[in-house]
């Protein structure tokens, strides 16, 4: 099965700051790699699917690159609102779905 | 408007059983992947279950055996029945709609509130 591997694991951040998190997969998955915000208490909410795509109504601040096995999250100006969890997950064909452990954003 | 709304959790001893159902509005569970996954208190997201467009199932190793997702298409509704529950299937267990692009699906684009399963004596 394929491995996720997100880093870091808690990241500390001010806003308006750059903010990238790093998602790594065991074996390629092509682009077949989604992104989720989590806030506490709350169920996820998809950010970005197929490595890169926008999902409808999340701000243009998010976005996301990378293939193969290594990809990217990237908010280009962290908002107040954007302080969550952050999770990458994989769906390529080969391998059940799978998640990263996930990545905290704190205020820094 | 999609919604997902989980019901069916609570306290249960260990190796008790336990039947989670969901609520679809929006769309059919017939024309869509759905999946179950769970969250640990303070844990990650761990996907266990899905169920194909053509009824097929799927299971995380973690579960394979003891768990069986199933559907009611003229309820419009998904369930997840448990069995040999431990203390380590405690989580909040969320019902989720797979998303379709590219020709693939396999992502979550809609999500429950989830539904809180405690496994204790």
């Known amino acids: 099965d394929i491995q996720m591997t997100q880093s870091p694991s808690t990241l500390s951040a001010s806003v308006g700051d750059r903010v990238t998190i790093t998602c790594r997969a065991s074996?390629?998955?092509?682009?077949?790699l989604a992104w989720y915000q989590q806030k506490p208490g709350k169920a996820p909410k998809l950010l970005i699917y197929?490595?890169?795509i926008l999902e409808s109504g999340v701000p243009s601040r998010f976005s996301g690159s990378g293939s193969g096995t290594e990809f990217t999250l990237t908010i280009s100006s962290l908002q107040p609102d954007d302080f969550a969890a952050y999770y990458c997950?994989?769906?390529?064909?080969?391998?059940?779905?799978?998640f990263g452990q996930g990545t905290k954003v704190e205020i820094k | 408007e999609v919604q997902l709304v989980e019901s069916g959790g609570g306290l249960v001893q260990p190796g008790g059983s336990l039947r989670l159902s969901c609520e679809a509005s929006?769309?059919?569970?017939?024309?869509?992947?759905m999946s179950w996954v769970r969250q640990a208190p303070g844990k990650g997201l761990e996907w266990i279950s899905v169920?194909?467009?053509?009824?097929?199932?799927k299971y995380a190793d973690s579960v394979k055996s003891r768990f069986t997702i199933s559907r009611d298409t003229s309820k419009n509704m998904v369930f997840l029945q448990m069995k040999s529950l431990s203390a380590e299937d405690t989580a909040v267990y969320y019902c989720?709609?797979?998303?379709?692009?590219?020709?693939?699906?396999?992502?979550?684009?809609?999500w429950g509130q989830g539904t809180l399963v405690t496994v204790s004596s």
């Open positions: 169920i194909h467009l053509s009824g097929t199932t």
């Open positions: 929006g769309f059919r569970v017939s024309d869509k992947y």
């Open positions: 989720v709609k797979e998303g379709y692009s590219y020709g693939l699906t396999g992502f979550f684009d809609s």
């Open positions: 997950q994989q769906y390529d064909l080969s391998s059940p779905r799978s």
């Open positions: 074996q390629s998955v092509s682009s077949w």
């Open positions: 197929k490595a890169s």
